[in-house]
């Protein structure tokens, strides 16, 4: 595994995303896509019709509460008008969303037939949070060494309930994904490489809930994030009670001594976040907008690339950084109400001393940094390459410092 790395560039040299990455197979099934929709086929996403393969797929019926079904339809419909899909576009987010939904039928169904997962204990979860390219992945790794942490797994991340039938189907279908992705998005390999077998973030298990600010990785759907930008506070709690429950699932399935988990999803709803989830301790992670913004622009911008032939660099770039300060904004009026549930990292401070702030993570939640943790994690570093291949900057998406500086004024950076 490579570790998380960012080099800012001003010069459009050797930016990482220049423009959408097409393997010839996929340049020529969009080609025949577009004849066919221009002779007349519809090939449309339908909320109503990817629920309906996913019965007959799955044999299961039982969604449990709908509260979904609302997020879902509206999705489906900012993809098909606002996000520009090609014709691959249209098979991948299908897939996905067909993933999302039954993921939901098939935990339901395990908890069904394994009643005593709702009493396992998946409390106290150790959870890293921040905006995107903050270090959450660097910091998550170095805390899944302790021997006592329970990280999620690559595999079990997508798909956290098993086929009964094919148990080891899972890891097999991860395995080609991350083949996949590899040749359909190379460039990720310099962002956030996907590994089967290694920690990866909890961002695919509130995929499932359909209320997640992941969606827009893959397309412009403006009509979905007002929507989702909207929501209370209350109408967090069932979208977190599911994601309580896919825990819970996945620890039935492998016990833990203690959750480490991460995804910068959370910090637009880091309060029911604490609110829902028993002894949730949030690490929360900042560093200098001006860094984080084109970064976090680089990587939706290659994942969008992949479905759709048309990114516009500009709007996402505007977009950017009113949805990422809106979220710091939310989550550090959280962390000012919890001090003993969330702390503060910052991305230099860990870059300097991976050991010492993994110590200060331990030592302000009480938890034990033993001889052994610290031989883990200096092991882990020592082993894991570092190079700084993901190239940005904050001209490619039509930003300035002015407008990033102004925009962030009084947030983060303590």
Known sequence: MTRETDSPRTTSEAWTFAKPARPPGLRLFNWLGAGARRLGWRHRLDADEIL???????????????????????????????????????????????????NRLRVRDYLKQHPDARETAAAGPLIVVGMPRTGTTLLYNLLAQDPAARPL?????????????????????????QKGLGRLAP??????????????????????????????????????????WGLKPADWTKPYEDYLAQLQV??????????????????MSLGPLLATVPGARVVLTDRDPREVVPS????????????????????????????????????????????????KVQFRDLVKDQVGTVQRIYAHFGLAFEPQVESAIRHWIANTPHCASHKYGLEQFGLTEAIVAERFAGLGQD
């Open 187 to 228: 460039e990720l390999q310099h962002i956030h490489p996907f590994h089967v077998d290694e920690p990866e973030e909890c961002t695919w298990l509130m995929t499932n809930t359909l209320v997640s600010p992941a969606f827009p990785m893959f397309g412009h759907v403006a009509s979905y994030e007002e929507w989702l």
């Open 52 to 102: 309906e393969k996913v019965r007959r797929r799955t044999g299961l019926v039982d969604w449990g509460d709908e509260y979904f079904l609302e997020p879902l339809r509206i999705l489906v419909q900012s993809l098909e008008q606002e996000a520009a899909l090609n014709s691959f576009g249209r098979v991948m987010l299908r897939g996905m969303l067909g993933t999302c939904v039954g």
């Open 153 to 177: 797994l690559g595999w079990e991340s997508l798909w956290p309930a098993p086929w009964p039938s094919d148990p080891q189907r899972r890891e097999r279908l991860a395995r080609a994904a």
């Open 296 to 343: 976090a622009c680089s990587l939706f911008a290659v994942l969008r690339g992949i479905g759709s032939d048309s990114v516009d660099r500009r709007a996402l770039g505007r977009n950017m950084v009113e949805r990422l300060s809106q979220g710091l904004s939310r989550a550090e009026a959280v962390r000012a109400d919890n001090p003993e549930r969330v702390l």
């Open 250 to 267: 996945l620890q039935h399935q492998r016990a833990g001594h203690h959750w480490v988990l991460k995804s910068p999803v959370h910090f």
